[in-house]
């Protein structure tokens, strides 16, 4: 999926994990894993980076709160 979709998903996934669980983005968008680490520092969360797949990427974020 390409931006925004996957912020949104971010956005709606996030409030499924516990705090100091870690969500699973995929997306075809390079520039997902430049906006996803801007959105975690404005609300507190953890972007721990992204793996290549095939035709997209897997971002990981660590909800903080």
């Known amino acids: 999926m390409s931006c925004p979709g996957?912020?949104?998903e971010a956005k709606k996934g996030i409030a499924?994990?516990?705090v100091g669980e870690v969500l699973e983005i995929w997306?075809?968008?390079a520039n997902?894993?430049?906006d996803m680490p801007?959105?975690?520092e404005k609300v507190?969360?953890?972007f721990?980076?992204?793996l290549p797949g095939d035709g997209y990427?897997?971002?990981f974020i660590r909800r903080k709160k």
Do not use: Y
């Open 16 to 18: 499924t994990v516990k």
């Open 57 to 59: 990427e897997r971002l």
């Open 32 to 34: 997902t894993k430049n």
């Open 38 to 40: 801007r959105w975690c």
């Open 48 to 50: 721990m980076g992204a």
């Open 44 to 46: 507190g969360h953890e």
């Open 27 to 29: 997306s075809g968008d």
């Open 6 to 8: 996957p912020l949104l």
